[in-house]
């Protein structure tokens, strides 16, 4: 198993992993809650969306895409970024992992757990002090692995139909 920072050649692999994250997510989440439907509905280009999103953080120096791959299968990607936290707070700036994705088939093989130390040293590298993670309410089982990682909760966000 290799796993390795990703290159612009890479994108089209991590894109089609993303969809098959993002409908395997939705699917999970909307059993556990309805009411989660419509907040997870996709625009028609989400993909070229994603994938231009994706480039720009490949690109950037405030970005970090990496990459498992088993073989020539690409088998999981993390996109990790340096985003700016409200201005009100003395921590401006905060690492932040905004997805991490393993096909099912290699998962417990520690892959996602390698993908959070190469994040985190690179947020240390970089003289981020915080590191931050979402995870959906539904989603216990990441939940329970991000707290067995230090991530702890922080804030609820409640959202409503209108």
């Known amino acids: ?20 994250f ?19 509905e996709r625009k028609k280009n989400a993909d070229f969306l994603f994938k231009k999103f994706l480039i720009k953080n490949i ?11 088993d073989g020539n299968k690409m088998v999981g990607y993390s996109l990790n970024f340096i985003k700016d936290n409200i201005p009100v707070f003395a921590v401006e700036k905060i690492g932040h992992i905004s997805d991490l994705y393993v096909a099912p088939e290699f998962r417990g093989k520690g892959i996602s757990s390698k993908f959070k ?31 067995k990682w230090g991530f702890f909760d922080s804030h609820i966000e409640l959202k409503k139909m209108i």
């Open 117 to 147: 130390d190469m994040a985190t040293d690179w947020f240390k590298k970089k003289g981020m002090t915080v590191a931050s993670i979402e995870v959906y309410n539904e989603n216990s089982y990441a939940h329970s692995i991000y707290n």
């Open 59 to 69: 690109r950037s120096r405030n970005g970090l895409v990496l990459v498992a791959a």
């Open 22 to 40: 993002m409908e395997t997510h939705a699917k999970n989440i909307i059993k556990k809650n309805p009411e989660q439907k419509k907040t997870l």
């Open 1 to 20: 198993m290799e796993i390795r920072k990703a290159n612009l050649k890479d994108a089209e692999e991590i894109t089609a992993l993303w969809k098959e």
